[in-house]
């Protein structure tokens, strides 16, 4: 490799051999470290970007399910691109550190330039759609093309790196198989670590936009040391070569693939991906019937997954070196294939005992950290380290065997990144919209691990000819493990449900394609709804009067209220409430399907039936988006009760929210904000954030509910009088134990003057910094 654009000799210098790093191995020393940590921070970086983005955009296009699956395919769509790309060109180019470090410079160059992307998008998108047929796959279309405006090119970009990297690792010589293991595990730890870091750290301490800054440096620096390194003076080459750089000369794969035997592999490895992405989706529904649905729990989730697959890369490393017949290549191929079956079923099976196994780690079952950091992190390692090791392990593994002994190492590892992650395109589409929704999770998770096992016998294919006994009798074992561990799993969410909720009776439960939920009888007849398995609402009449003042204040302070919007249905009582009144038309938007099912079939007696009323209308998708895409006007809005240290939460309490709520009312339109623990911390920064947006708010009901209007609140008690004049207004109000206008106005707690000393001074909730929605202490005390 030279500086100067001359290419390499087909042998190396007599000086490069002597700073070689081994027998065969090639190149100075430093260079394999060196690419360690060049591809330890790119990993790092990609992944925080890919928690930023994929936040971001959400903003725009809404949390639904559809939404984050468009967005997902067009971010897994880039990197395939991308490997594909790079791959074609890689091989062909004098210098693939060169272009390692142009590469890594786009990437950190587009970071930096994702906000005002992001408002362009934002803008094209509020304009399309107002064009665009609701829902379908018309919205769909245009929502990935959307998100490739934002995600395309940097995407592309982190794509190209894995083959670009593995030939400069190859350029000048050296075994395959370590290489490739090494190189995997270190950007799946660096993921690892961009992870943990952005989930659990920045966000919370430094926001997104400054995450985004480091990020793209990691990249920047990334890509400046690959500059460096590619005019490094111990990779200088004579000038007027022009062979490619030669085949691996430590021992290796005796013989490669066959043509035939190449297309089974990408087969089976396009297969292995589908498995992949769609057992993370399962995982992290079914983990959702354990933990408490929170940002860190999410953080844990993912950081598991990732652990696994660097530990099985970094353990690939070490099994890869040696000699190998191809005999011997498939047959490991084809039992970590069978194994990973096997392991997919017996880990599923321990995620009954995670929190029996953290109340013995804790020290006390009912400890806050036991069911606060704790029970996510065992739960996660229970049930996903085991088979995502195995993955880690496999695809390195597999990747040699598709490109040692071959010269094209770049364009053959792009094809194998790109097919993989084409197939996790697939399985995690496929997951999220037909296993999850339409079989229970361990029906979803027998069947990608009987796809898994198919995968195992496929790659037995080519060992099957030349070693007949050999082949069956791993296929029998195979399958003999696969059925005792299928026969072992039980009913481990039901175990994990009986431990968590040990006195309460499960009626219903449904995966639906947005959520969980879970309803349940208590000992005391009280009917309880969770969702991913946090709770919801409840039919005792002490939460149905409160839920039902929440939708009864703005109503009863509002002089006409004729539009209302009631984000978020849960049980229906809030919006039943609100459409109680005479003249109001009740538009609800509520995120998932499944919620509505259990509030039409569960609740319907404690919401008064309000999704067969004449006057409430009912949307399934996000209630923030709403506001911002559908140009409507309201008297009222109010919002069912939504925890903010909820995953998800913190946009529905951000100060941009607020004012696109305020954007959205009607001349004298009020806004009913419920907020938890008055005179707390987290009261105190939700507050100021709502008095950022609605500097006239006024404090109600024991400081629980704050109601913004666009102008100084005129409460008159001869306003108050002659609106209960109309009998139904009256009946509402005595239901509310408000039996004439002064026990009305009693509600009333203080101005805004007086709110803002309470609220005191401090910094607000942002779409930038979500701070209650990634608490860390918060959430550890938080308990089931």
Not at 50 to 69: D, E, H, K
Not at 155 to 174: D, E, N
Not at 271 to 300: D, I, K, M, N, P
Not at 620 to 632: M, P
């Amino acid at each position: 490799m030279s500086s100067d654009g001359a290419a390499e000799p087909a042998s190396r210098p007599a000086a490069t051999e002597r700073a070689g790093d081994g027998a065969g191995s090639g190149g100075p020393r430093w260079l394999m470290p060196a690419l360690l940590a060049l591809f330890v921070a790119s990993g790092a970086s990609g992944l925080i970007l890919q928690q930023l983005w994929l936040r971001l955009l959400s903003l725009v296009f809404g949390v639904t399910v559809y939404a984050a699956a468009t967005t997902l395919a067009s971010f897994m769509g880039g990197l395939a691109l991308g490997g594909l790309l790079a791959g074609r060109i890689a091989d062909r180019v004098r210098s693939p550190l060169l272009m390692l470090g142009v590469v890594e410079l786009g990437v950190g160059a587009f970071a930096l330039a994702t906000a005002p992307a992001l408002a362009a998008v934002q803008s094209a998108w509020i304009a399309l759609h107002a064009w665009l047929p609701d829902g379908g796959p018309v919205m769909g279309v245009a929502r990935f093309l959307c998100a490739g405006a934002v995600l395309l090119v940097p995407t592309t970009l982190m794509g190209a790196s894995l083959p670009i990297i593995v030939r400069s690792s190859l350029r000048h010589g050296g075994a395959t198989g370590p290489r490739v293991g090494a190189l995997y595990a270190a950007n799946t730890a660096g993921a690892l670590a961009g992870t943990l870091l952005c989930g659990l750290v920045l966000i919370e301490s430094v926001g997104i936009a400054a995450s985004f800054r480091i990020a793209a440096a990691l990249n920047l620096c990334a890509g400046l040391a690959a500059l460096a390194l590619a005019r490094s003076p111990a990779l200088r080459v004579p000038v007027g070569a022009t062979s490619p750089a030669p085949p691996d000369s430590a021992p290796g794969i005796a013989a490669p693939v066959a043509g035939e035997d190449d297309g089974l592999l990408l087969a089976a490895f396009t297969l292995s991906g589908f498995v992949a992405l769609a057992l993370e989706v399962v995982w992290f529904r079914a983990l959702l019937g354990v933990v408490s649905a929170t940002t860190s729990a999410f953080a844990f989730m993912l950081a598991a997954v990732l652990a696994g697959i660097a530990g099985g890369s970094a353990l690939a490393a070490l099994v890869a070196r040696g000699p190998r017949t191809a005999r011997r290549a498939w047959m490991e191929l084809a039992l970590l294939q069978t194994a990973l079956a096997a392991a997919t079923l017996v880990s599923f099976r321990w995620l009954g005992s995670a929190h029996a196994v953290t109340a013995w780690l804790a020290g006390a079952a009912e400890s806050g950290s036991a069911h606060g950091l704790l029970l996510p992190a065992v739960a996660a390692a229970l049930a996903i380290l085991p088979p995502a090791l195995l993955m880690g392990l496999a695809f390195p593994l597999g990747l040699r065997l598709h490109v040692e002994g071959r010269p094209d190492v770049a364009r053959r590892t792009g094809v194998f990144c790109a097919l993989n992650l084409l197939g996790g395109i697939a399985g995690a589409l496929v997951a999220g919209f037909v296993l999850v929704p339409g079989a229970d999770l361990d029906t979803s998770v027998l069947s990608l691990a009987c796809a898994s096992l198919f995968g195992g016998f496929m790659l037995l294919l080519p060992v099957a000819p030349r070693a007949p006994l050999l082949a069956g009798s791993v296929a029998v074992a195979g399958l003999a493990l696969f059925v005792a561990a299928a026969l072992s799993v039980g009913d481990p969410l039901g175990r994990a449900w009986g431990e968590r909720y040990p006195r309460e009776e499960r009626l219903w439960h449904a995966d639906g394609v947005q959520t969980s939920v879970a309803v349940s009888r208590r000992p005391d007849g009280v009917t309880v709804m969770y969702l991913d398995g946090l709770h919801q609402a409840n039919d005792s009449p002490a939460m149905v009067r409160y839920h039902a003042l929440i939708g009864h204040m703005g109503m009863l302070l509002h002089a006409d209220p004729r539009r209302v919007l009631c984000i978020g249905l849960g049980g229906g009582v809030t919006a039943g409430a609100a459409a109680s009144h005479p003249g109001a038309e009740v538009d609800v938007v509520e995120l998932s399907d499944t919620v509505v099912r259990a509030a039409r079939d569960f609740f319907g007696r404690a919401n008064g039936h309000v999704l067969e009323r004449p006057n409430v209308h009912l949307r399934v998708d996000d209630g923030r988006n709403w506001l911002a895409v559908s140009g409507q006007r309201y008297d009222v809005i109010t919002a069912d009760i939504i925890q903010p240290r909820h995953a998800g939460a913190g946009s529905l309490y951000s100060v941009e929210y607020f004012r696109l709520a305020r954007a959205a009312l009607a001349d004298g339109g009020l806004m009913v904000q419920w907020v938890s623990s008055p005179g707390s911390e987290s009261w105190r920064l939700i507050v100021r954030t709502f008095l950022a947006a609605f500097p006239e708010a006024t404090l109600w009901c024991d400081g629980t509910l704050l109601i913004g209007s666009l102008r100084k609140f005129d409460l008159s008690l001869p306003d108050v009088m002659r609106k209960l004049e109309d009998p139904d207004v009256l009946r509402i109000a005595r239901e509310l134990s408000f039996t004439d206008a002064v026990a009305l106005t009693s509600a009333f707690t203080c101005w805004p003057d007086e709110l803002r000393r309470r609220a005191g001074e401090g910094p607000l909730l942002t779409d930038d910094r979500p701070l209650l929605e990634y608490d860390l202490a918060a959430q550890a005390s938080d308990g089931k």
